[in-house]
């Protein structure tokens, strides 16, 4: 071989490489399954009421499959994509329920690519994300309490865009645009915009903002949305309907133990008189580490509803209290039992109990 082939070849293969460290692709998720004995509040004569012995997916987190890339523009500026799909590793069905079941009437099923489906630009300035994405409440719900996104055990997630929460959107929006800003000393915000498109006006546009603020064991936040539109799996809003949903949190890290506490309200208007409610919400917990690879949770939220504006529902109190064990296999793998109490204040209706047991992987 002479030496300008040789030469070509280097440069070839250099170029090869200088491509290949600037465009990443990776394949992700996390898997959680677990089981128990299952019991919520309602009628003893309720499905909900009735205790079930089940193998149930997402009781920890909500169990998806990702796959996302990241190119290097150069001069700072960066371009990607996420696309996540929701899954039920308990009978390998996608989304997160089915559509129309007598647990779920009337609410259409997820769209495939549920969690997320977007693409963003991203800079020293921030970053603006077009597409399917988290909504900024339910990032903030997230980020202040030990359960995080926990759907089946987090008293927080529960009680507002779980099945017993008021929000009439999702943890996800359909159609928006968001820009966060980059860590300014401790500093973010971000503000979501999701439009309604809808040529009857029916389903409006919504928006969303957040700030946060962390500076070492400290952290405070809060977070404010408008609803007036809603996608899959939530029923769409009818004209005139809308929510604000906002709330506050902190958090404080000891070292022996890591503190929480949330405080949000719903306000809904333009409904039928059933939901003619206004909540307000708190969440207090803890988390305490007892081994290097083993920490104890604890969380106990309540809700209170009111009717206003006409409204017929009585006034409802709601409380859940989970405590749990989670420990670490390694740093993907993770086993945990928690205790879960449900109660609901109204006429007749009586507590559910129950004890779960789980394995979780991310991958």
């Given amino acids: 071989m002479s030496i300008r082939k040789f030469a070509l070849s280097v440069l070839a293969l250099s170029a090869a490489a200088a491509s290949q460290a600037q465009s990443s692709y990776n394949v992700y998720g996390v898997v959680d399954l677990s089981v128990g004995s299952m019991q919520l509040s309602g009628l003893p004569t309720a499905a909900d009421n009735k205790r079930i012995t089940k193998v149930d997916g997402n009781n920890m987190v909500t169990s998806y499959l990702g796959f996302k890339g990241l190119e290097d523009l150069g001069g700072g500026l960066k371009a990607g994509f ?89 943890s996800g929006w359909s159609n928006a645009i968001t820009y966060a800003t980059p860590n300014l000393a401790g500093f973010t915000g971000s503000v979501s915009y999701q439009a309604g498109e809808d040529t009857t006006q029916s389903e409006r546009n919504s928006y969303a903002l957040s700030l946060n603020y962390a500076n070492g064991p400290f952290a405070v936040g809060g977070a404010w949305q408008t609803v007036r539109s809603a996608e899959a799996p939530k029923v769409n809003l009818t004209q005139g309907q809308r929510q604000n949903f906002g709330m506050i949190s902190t958090s404080y890290d000891f070292g022996v133990v890591k503190l929480f506490g949330q405080y949000g309200e719903f306000s809904n208007s333009g409904y039928a008189t059933t939901l003619r409610i206004d909540t307000q919400l708190y ?52 086993v945990y039992a928690a205790v879960m109490v449900d109660k609901e204040q ?18």
Avoid at 113 to 122: E, F, H, K, P, S
Avoid at 310 to 328: E, M, N, Q
């Fill in 82 to 170: 996420v696309l996540e799909a929701f899954l039920r590793p308990d009978t390998g069905a996608s989304g997160r329920s089915d559509a129309n079941t007598s647990v779920t009437p009337n609410v259409p099923a997820d769209n495939f690519w549920g969690r997320a489906a977007n693409v963003y630009l991203q800079n020293d300035f921030g970053k603006l994300t077009i597409g399917r994405q988290g909504n900024l409440l339910f990032s903030h719900v997230v980020s202040y309490n030990p359960f995080a996104g926990a759907f089946g055990l987090s008293p927080a997630v529960r009680l507002t865009f779980g099945k017993w929460g008021n929000d009439r959107g999702d």
């Fill in 283 to 334: 969440q207090l917990g803890a988390s305490v580490p007892v081994t290097k690879a083993g920490k104890v949770l604890l969380s106990y939220g309540e809700s209170k509803e009111k009717p206003v504006q006409g409204g017929t529902t009585p006034v409802t109190k709601h409380r859940i209290t989970t405590l749990a064990y989670d420990h670490f296999l390694s740093k993907r793998t993770d």
């Fill in 346 to 363: 109204l006429a007749n209706y009586e507590s559910g109990t129950s004890v779960v047991f789980g394995l979780r992987h991310a991958f």
